[in-house]
């Protein structure tokens, strides 16, 4: 049985070395090029969280052999394409699991029924949609482009897509279904949002150029190309060691180290905010591995002073937004968030939320269309009151955000539905337990 709700309560200070949980975005592309792959695809590292088992589960209803050799060891066995599966793929929480299959699934002559729980069906699948549309793709779905959705694939054309908003998602998804279209498929980025697709379709044997000017990004995927199944090793994810690493800054004589996680430039806008607002990040034993550049971070208790975080840093944090508005929430000074409207179309309306959890915890916060103004503490010691319980509405980093800032705050802080974190970071609990964090399930 998962429990109804999660406490956490300030005790001493955090201390430890920790390995961060699998990349979820990058385990979920293994898993879906190693199915779309001809041959075997070996992937060590993989996150095995509720989203990335359910895109192995849609994978094998797709046609592929997947199989758990040992804890974070899969194989894939594609078949060089997708076939029809028999019953409806549920996606669960998982935005991005959804998003990449349908674009997949678009570039074969099969229908498939696509649908999640409630958070996924009540989330904008036109963004994907109107791109596959244009290839050719057809589909009936609930109004307003809602789950659940049945796609008919097949006889794609080609497509030069120019991204209407900074989204590694639609972008992915238009790019694997240009692995379909006879002539492939340009994707043009006015912001370049995270590359992992068009690292990992190297990495499987296609061709991907990418051109920069004045007008965006513009990545071209030639038409006609095979997928040859490879070994992917998933770094640790940025998105998850955040919460440890600002755990770390928050609370008074604290050290923890994260080792093995992913540096990609397109991910880690947060480490360069944090370093603007004044935290002590040490970044060590930098490292090649599987494609991509991945270190050990050590994070050291920091006082730290209040930004306005530059807007076109957006897509390179988009998911940390929420544990840096708590970091935000022990500075000195506001911390002003702009440029963030995609926050209110994730697994949450995460600018809602952050707001009205911080503001139960005492914080002072301001909060605009797509922007969130966190006051600050105005406390002589920099802290914060806390002592709430969170609606979190299933969203698992509004869950952990929360944590994090209990561990923290004066008195302790609850959330609601707890096992939504399991979506994205299994281990959460026992690793901040280990760490010395005082969380009560
Ligand atoms: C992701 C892209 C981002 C991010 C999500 C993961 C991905 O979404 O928020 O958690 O793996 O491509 P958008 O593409 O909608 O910005």
Redesign the pocket.
Known sequence: MTAAQMTARRAGPLKGVLRAPGD???S??ALILGALAHGLTEVEGLLEGEDVKRTAAAMAAFGAHVEKIAEGCWRVEGRGGFSEPADVIDCGNA??GV??IMGAAAGFQIAATFTGDASLRGRPMN?VLKPLGEMGARWICRAGGRLPLTLQGGNLNSISYRLP????????AVLLAGLGAEGGAEVIEPEA??D??ERMLRAFGAQVNVAEDSGGRRIILPGGQKLIGTKVRVPGDP?SAAFPLVAALITPGSQVTVEGMLLNPLRIGLLDTLGDMGADLAVTNVREEGGETVADITARYSQLTGIEVPPERA?SM??EYPILAVAAAFAQGPTVMRGIG?MR??ESDRIALMSQGLSACGVGVEEGPDSLTIVGSVRANHGVLGGARITTQGDHRIAMSHLILGLASDEPVAVDEPGMIATSFPGFLSLMRTLGGEIEA
């Open positions: 979820k975005s990058i979920h592309r935005g991005t998003r990449l963004r908003e900074p989204s590694a998602q639609v972008k992915s949002a995270r992992h697709t998105s897509p988009i998911d995609e179309v994730k």
